[in-house]
């Protein structure tokens, strides 16, 4: 999954009631915090190898995105939120460690079995609706559709904020499209070709980019928005 791990980051138990746990910045990172380990993996040459079994790529995920270590990385992300941000107590662990994980149970639902249980285990997971990549697309974009709009519903801003967040909305879909429903088309095709676009230090530094991005243009639309 790409820009439908966005759907989960609105969640927050204090959304719309007031001062908010967990701001949606931070749950923008918290979301992709996994994935943020994937691209350093990659920058440094630990993961990033796309193996192609029966016409369809399968990622090597070992460490960032085995099932143990993902519930490692959860444990990470809640820690270092509950060390930036003391005053979100227990909570606010217990929110981003969720908020963290939906990430492995997204990709769990659209990857192809490339999941493996711990890293070297021969058990991987993958529902694989990236097979079906227009069925995937609508799934993903509809997750972070209905994220703004509830979003919207439990707070309040001007013109300028609802404006922002079309924008963010409509190229976060062009990167949905781009990156993940054109070789999802391909693979269903026949004609993927794994050795086409970034790889290593391109990749990991595109994937680190696109998320500080997204991460600051939420940022600055959330500093005009206020709970309801």
């Known amino acids: 999954m790409f820009m439908g791990h966005y759907g989960p980051a609105v969640w927050d138990t204090q959304r719309g009631k007031g001062e908010v746990l967990v701001p949606l910045w931070a749950g923008f990172l918290a979301v992709q915090f996994i ?4 691209a350093l993996f990659v920058i440094v040459g ?3 190898e796309t193996r ?3 016409g369809a790529p399968l990622f090597t995920i070992p460490y960032s995105h085995s099932l143990v270590t993902a519930l490692g990385w959860s444990l990470l992300g809640g820690l270092l939120f509950k060390l930036l941000r003391p005053k979100s107590g227990a ?3 217990w929110v981003v ?3 963290v994980f939906s990430h492995w149970i997204l ?3 659209v990857h192809r079995p490339d999941l493996p249980l711990w890293p070297g285990s021969g058990v991987e997971f993958g529902l694989g609706v990236w097979n079906l990549p227009i069925v995937a697309f609508v799934l993903e974009i509809g997750l972070l559709g209905a994220a703004f709009l509830y979003w919207m519903r439990v707070t309040t801003g001007p013109r300028s904020s609802v404006l922002g967040l079309a924008a963010i909305f409509v190229f976060m879909t062009a990167l949905q499209y781009a990156f993940i429903l054109v070789p999802g088309l391909q693979v269903q095709q026949g004609n993927f070709d794994p050795i086409a676009g970034p790889h290593g230090v391109a990749l990991g530094g595109l994937m680190l980019f696109t998320y500080a991005l997204l991460g600051l243009w939420i940022a600055w639309i959330e500093r005009y928005r206020t709970p309801r």
Do not use: A, P, S, T
């Open 35 to 38: 994935d943020v380990i994937f």
């Open 46 to 48: 630990i993961e990033g």
């Open 52 to 54: 192609m079994v029966g």
């Open 91 to 93: 909570r606010g662990f």
């Open 97 to 99: 460690f969720g908020l």
């Open 107 to 109: 990709d769990l639902i």
